[in-house]
């Protein structure tokens, strides 16, 4: 069974950076896609980036620009270096991993990820 420890995250001022990591124990996650989502107070969970199994990479229009999401393959850790927070990126941020192949449409669909993080706390103050 595959966990997702998430750590970071954290309060900043608009215009900050935080990053977050994820370190998917127990496996190498070379084969996984992976993604971030998030959740603000009040409103569905939504995807921020993915990440697929071969390299390729999604931004939503909301982030993209501003955030960055990569795979350190020697530490086997997922970042998402966040820069030019704003308010509206406050929310809980949850890292997901799943081993199946997707196709571009589908990888930053939440129901295409079977394991989840514990989600960390990002808040942005203007």
């Known amino acids: 069974q595959l966990q997702l420890v998430e750590s970071g995250g954290g309060s900043v001022q608009t215009g900050g950076s935080l990053n977050l990591s994820c370190a998917p124990y127990?496996?190498?996650?070379?084969?996984?896609?992976m993604g971030w989502f998030r959740q603000a107070p009040g409103k569905e969970r939504e995807a921020v980036a993915s990440?697929?199994?071969?390299?390729?990479?999604i931004y939503a229009d909301s982030v993209r620009g501003r955030f960055t999401i990569s795979k350190d393959i020697a530490k086997n850790t997922l970042n998402l270096q966040m820069n030019s927070l704003e308010p509206d990126d406050t929310a809980m941020y949850y890292c997901?991993?799943?081993?199946?192949?997707?196709?571009?449409?589908?990888?930053?669909?939440?129901?295409?990820?079977?394991?989840w993080g514990q989600g960390n706390q990002v808040n942005v103050s203007s």
């Open positions: 997901a991993a799943d081993k199946r192949k997707k196709v571009e449409a589908y990888r930053m669909k939440e129901t295409e990820y079977k394991y």
């Open positions: 127990g496996y190498p996650f070379t084969y996984y896609y």
């Open positions: 990440i697929a199994a071969d390299g390729p990479i």
